[in-house]
């Protein structure tokens, strides 16, 4: 009946291994109550079924509902009460991980003045940043902050957790020094007034229920703009958190959530950054001098992200480089003066590269066990330098290693305005919509933290430049609406191109690298600002569709609109409107209207975009449709455990789009023999699968190999675990 959500692990400084740990079951649960109806009719009935249970937060704006805890052994009593609509067990929250907004154009507007005759600083506007608090008593955020409101202790002292040790936060305060730090580090935004909501604890964690109480009562303060760097990796358009942001945005909130650090590959964006009305970013490089190692005898480069926590790769001479692993200390035998390869898994980041410290390396290479390059950190006084590779980079050197004595060379790379590896792609199954719908840096980004300032990577790093703009664009323009300032900066953004010049696909970069100044002098508002066609069957007929969009000239003198129309490409024939004039400040509905010949085309996404002259300004209308199911992952994070119930067991995974099979296949640990079929399922629905098992069911005990697949529209995919049946 309830869905459990999932532990992620988007924050750099928290990412020390890729282990997979079973589900843990708590003796008690909070749930997300969707009420049918009365909200407080709901609670009654609730708590009439279950008296000992506790309402923890009563939500007013932004959800239909009420978090309560609750004995895991008393939620099947929820099952018959009939003011509820739906049930959602609250989801673990951690953090997604330069300097100010000079790179996107916020210190170039200074000198524009908003309709009171004061500069563009961010001045009066309220921003809420949900997050792990801030320290407020920093010098460069003291005179910004204006309040908030702790969650996770309760009270209203969002300050950072401290006093803990490695549990010890500094990403809130990070965040904030984004979007309004106004002193050794100047923010996009710096006279902007911050508030704190302390959503996420000790470690950068929290569960949904506190991020949407967050959510809940910035709207209920009065926030102009709320970011949130936070994520899970549930990539679907429905989560709790996301509908909480859609209902942020409707009740006047500029909502800026990141998109997630689990790039390169497509299908990654994760809840809230799958909010369809929420502005989601993913993260480019700024202008950046990046260390890369050369392989001389092969004539190859190979570029590497240093971790987080690591001292600066700046080694001056050639080294020899070999492979010792996973990082097994016992294997750290002749490494002395040489650098060290290890394969990502098992072991933490700081404990591989501790082991080879101690055996007198003078580096570590991290390479990733799956596709791409991975975003990670190292805790501790470890005083080498840590760095990782992409997956493919890794093997090929570790192929040298194995035929002869290699040696590495450190060069260095200018980058900007490329995406970043770790950002999370898109676009969001189910709906099929555009994700990321923007992208600002997120690479080496320099900010507060308690006591100083730090460089950091992640589109948390990204998420709070767009907010900082907003909050520039909101002075400029007080009574505009999200979605106008949503238009703004993505009807202005740069489009990136690859290394070979070719645009990224816009389910990696949205509409663009934001440009503030340019948003700031938008005279044409598009929006939406992406078109989201949707699925089409190869086996459908010629397909018609038709999109409603809204064009707005927002300045004080005519505007002369022409849409261009696209390459042809075979089975694609859209139908534009004729060119026109816009009065000063009209504003007017189109339509669009598309053919599609499914026959031909391509399986997959299909993609491109529109082109808007609107006197000056040049638009780019990104659009996106998919032919057939496409090859998205059919699932996702599975988990094994205790039930809820004495001498049970449960698994759990994700399907985005159901299965039409679905099925558990065990194998002997130590032999790899098939031993049983342990479970086996037909037209599962879409979503959290959850299943109880009894024990006297489990089947025999022991360490098995878990191999589960999943089967929809034809297509089969299939993760591996380790279980260990008792």
């Known amino acids: 009946m309830y869905r459990v959500l999932f532990i992620i692990a988007l924050f750099i400084c928290a990412i020390l291994s890729n282990d997979t740990s079973a589900v843990a079951k708590e003796s008690t649960v909070v749930l997300l109550i969707e009420a049918k109806g009365d909200v407080d009719a709901a609670i009654a009935d609730v708590q009439k079924v279950v008296p000992t249970g506790k309402v923890k937060y009563r939500y007013k704006h932004v959800f239909n509902g009420f978090s309560f805890e609750i004995s895991r052994k008393e939620v099947n009593k929820l099952d018959k009460v009939k003011h509820i609509k739906s049930t959602h067990e609250a989801n673990t929250y951690t953090l997604l991980y330069y300097n100010n907004g000079t790179f996107i154009g916020a210190e170039d507007v200074r000198t524009y003045l908003d309709i009171k005759g004061q500069r563009l600083t961010g001045k009066g506007i309220k921003v809420a940043v949900i997050d792990t608090g801030i320290d407020y008593t920093h010098q460069d955020l003291k005179r910004r902050y204006k309040g908030g409101r702790d969650f996770i202790d309760n009270d209203d002292d969002p300050m950072e957790t401290r006093s803990l040790g490695s549990l010890n936060t500094l990403h809130g305060t990070h965040v904030a020094g984004i979007i309004a730090g106004d002193g050794k580090i100047r923010g996009v935004a710096p006279d902007a007034h911050i508030y704190a909501y302390r959503a996420l604890g000790p470690g950068g964690r929290g569960t949904s229920d506190q991020v949407i109480a967050a959510i809940d009562q910035a709207v209920e303060d009065g926030m102009d703009v709320i970011n949130l760097s936070l994520g899970n990796p549930v990539n679907g358009p429905d989560w709790p958190t996301s509908i909480a942001l859609n209902k942020a945005v409707e009740k006047g909130v500029v909502a800026v959530t990141s998109s997630g650090n689990s790039g390169p590959s497509i299908w990654t964006v994760g809840s809230p950054g799958t909010s369809s009305k929420a502005i989601a970013v993913g993260a480019s490089y700024p202008p950046l001098l990046l260390p890369k190692v050369a392989v001389k005898k092969i004539d190859e480069q190979f570029s590497m992200l240093p971790l987080q926590g690591s001292v600066p790769w700046e080694l001056k001479r050639d080294y020899e480089v070999v492979y010792r692993g996973l990082g097994e200390r016992e294997k750290m035998t002749d490494v002395k003066g040489k650098i060290v390869l290890l394969e990502r898994g098992i072991i933490p980041f700081a404990e591989k590269a501790k082991a080879a410290e101690d055996n007198g390396a003078v580096a570590v290479l991290i390479y990733n066990n799956e596709e791409g390059n991975f975003q990670g950190g190292i805790m501790g006084d470890i005083k080498i330098p840590v760095a990782s590779l992409a997956q493919k980079d890794g093997l090929k050197l570790r192929k040298e290693i194995a035929a002869s004595k290699t040696w590495l060379a450190t060069e260095s790379e200018t980058i900007v305005d490329k995406i970043a590896s770790f950002s999370s792609r898109g676009p969001v199954t189910h709906s099929w919509e555009i994700k990321p719908d923007i992208v600002a840096p997120g690479v080496q980004i320099n900010s507060t933290v308690p006591e100083g300032y730090q460089p950091l990577d992640g589109t948390s790093m990204a998420a709070p430049h767009i907010a900082g703009a ?209 479970d086996y399922k037909k037209n599962v629905e879409r979503g959290l699968l959850e299943v109880q098992i009894p024990k006297e069911r489990i089947g025999k005990s022991g360490e098995y190999i878990a191999i589960i697949f999943a089967k929809k529209a034809g297509k089969e995919d299939m993760i591996q675990a380790h279980l260990s049946i008792p």
């Open 470 to 678: 907003a909050a520039l664009i909101k002075q400029a323009h007080p009574t505009w609406s999200p979605e106008q300032i949503k238009a703004a900066l993505m009807n202005t953004a740069k489009i990136l191109v690859d290394k070979k010049g070719d645009p990224y696909p816009p389910y990696e970069q949205g509409a663009g690298r934001v440009q503030v100044e340019a948003a700031l002098k938008a005279e044409t508002l598009i929006y939406p600002s992406s078109i989201g066609i949707g699925k089409v069957s190869k086996q459908d007929q010629r397909t018609k569709k038709t999109f409603k969009m809204t064009i707005e000239n927002v300045s004080d003198r005519s505007s002369k609109l022409s849409f261009t129309l696209p390459e042809n490409k075979g089975g694609i024939s859209w139908q534009l409107p004729l060119s026109s004039t816009l009065k000063p400040g009209e504003k007017k509905e189109i339509k669009l209207g598309l053919e599609l010949t499914p026959s031909v085309l391509k399986e997959g996404l299909n993609y491109g975009s529109l082109q808007v002259s609107a006197g000056k300004q040049l638009i780019h209308l990104p659009y996106l449709f998919v032919v057939n199911e496409p090859n998205y992952p059919r699932l996702a994070n599975f988990g094994f455990g205790k039930g809820e119930e004495e001498e049970t067991y449960m698994y759990e995974v994700y399907l985005p789009r159901g299965a039409d099979e679905f099925g558990i296949m065990l194998y002997e640990a130590d032999t790899l023999r098939f031993d049983r079929v342990f």
